[in-house]
C-alpha cells in the first residue's frame, strides 16, 4: 500500500512538472510572440511616421514653391505693365501746318547737318517758343548762348523750347558764305546748347528784315508772337524772368 502511494506521487509529481513545464514554453512562446509582433508594429509605425514626414515635407516645400512662384509672377507681369506704362511717353499730336500759315514757325529751315525742317516742327507740344535770332559774327549771340542753352533744358519739360536761327550763313545766291557753317559748329559744340540751331532761309531773310543781333521774340505753341521784338542780348535773370511770365509760372 504504502508503496503504490509512493508511485502514485511520482506519477502526479510528473505529471505537474509536464504541465508546468508546458505551461511555461506556452508562456515564452507568447512573451516571444508578442514581443516580435511589439517590434513589427513599432518597425510598422516608425515606417508610417517615416512617410508622413516625407510627404508631409514635400507637399510643404511644393506648396511655398508653388506660391512663391505665383506671387513672384505677379509681381513681375505687375511690374512689366507699370514699367511699360511709366516708361511709355505720349507722342505729340501731328502738327496740322494751316495752323501755321500766317505764323513765325510756318518757315521751313536747314539744320546745321543739311536736313531740312519746318519751324513748327520743334513747336509740337510746346506751350512757349523763344524764337533766337543770331548771327556768327555777333560776340553777344555767341555769349548768351551757354545761358540759354541752361534755361531750355531747365523748362524743356515744362513745354519751352528755344529755337536759335542763325541770320547770316546764306548769301543773296541761296549759297553758303565760305567758313561760316563750320563756325556755327564750332560755337554750338563751345556753347554746348541743345536746342535746335537752324539756318534761316532766304524767304524768312527777306519777309522779317532783322538787322541788329541777336532779336527774339517769343510765340505760343501755335505760332502765334506773343512778345514784341526783344533786340540784344541780356543777363541769364532777365531771360529767366521773361520766360517764366510767359510760361505763366509766376
Known amino acids: 500500500m504504502k508503496k503504490k502511494l509512493v508511485v502514485l506521487l511520482s506519477v502526479l509529481m510528473m505529471v505537474g512538472c509536464v504541465c508546468g513545464c508546458g505551461q511555461n514554453a506556452n508562456d515564452d512562446s507568447w512573451d516571444e510572440s508578442d514581443l516580435q509582433a511589439q517590434e513589427d508594429s513599432q518597425d510598422d509605425d516608425s515606417e508610417y511616421e517615416d512617410d508622413s514626414r516625407y510627404v508631409d515635407f514635400n507637399e510643404y516645400d511644393d506648396g511655398s514653391e508653388y506660391d512663391d512662384d505665383s506671387e513672384n509672377a505677379d509681381d513681375s507681369e505687375y511690374d512689366e ?6 516708361s511709355g511717353e505720349e507722342e505729340p499730336e501731328p502738327v496740322d501746318p494751316a495752323i501755321y500759315a500766317d505764323t513765325l514757325l510756318k518757315y521751313s529751315v536747314a539744320d546745321l547737318d543739311g536736313n531740312t525742317h519746318n519751324l513748327y516742327d520743334f513747336a509740337a507740344g510746346k506751350k512757349v517758343i523763344m524764337l533766337n535770332y543770331w548771327g556768327t559774327f555777333c560776340g553777344p549771340c555767341v555769349q548768351e548762348m551757354a545761358d540759354l542753352g541752361d534755361l531750355e533744358r531747365k523748362y524743356k519739360d515744362q513745354g519751352f523750347e528755344i529755337i536759335g536761327v542763325t541770320m547770316d550763313m546764306l548769301q543773296d545766291d541761296g549759297s553758303y558764305y565760305d567758313g561760316v557753317l563750320d563756325e556755327a559748329k564750332d560755337i554750338v559744340r563751345d556753347t554746348e546748347v541743345s536746342y535746335p540751331i537752324v539756318i534761316a532761309g532766304l524767304d524768312l531773310l527777306n519777309d522779317l528784315n ?10 505760343d505753341g501755335e505760332g502765334n508772337q506773343i512778345s514784341d521784338r526783344m533786340e540784344g542780348a541780356r543777363p541769364a535773370e532777365d531771360w529767366e524772368s521773361v520766360i517764366r511770365q510767359y510760361m505763366e509760372l509766376d
Open 210 to 219: 532783322i538787322y541788329d543781333f541777336p532779336t527774339t521774340i517769343f510765340v
Open 81 to 86: 505693365e507699370d514699367g511699360a506704362e511709366d
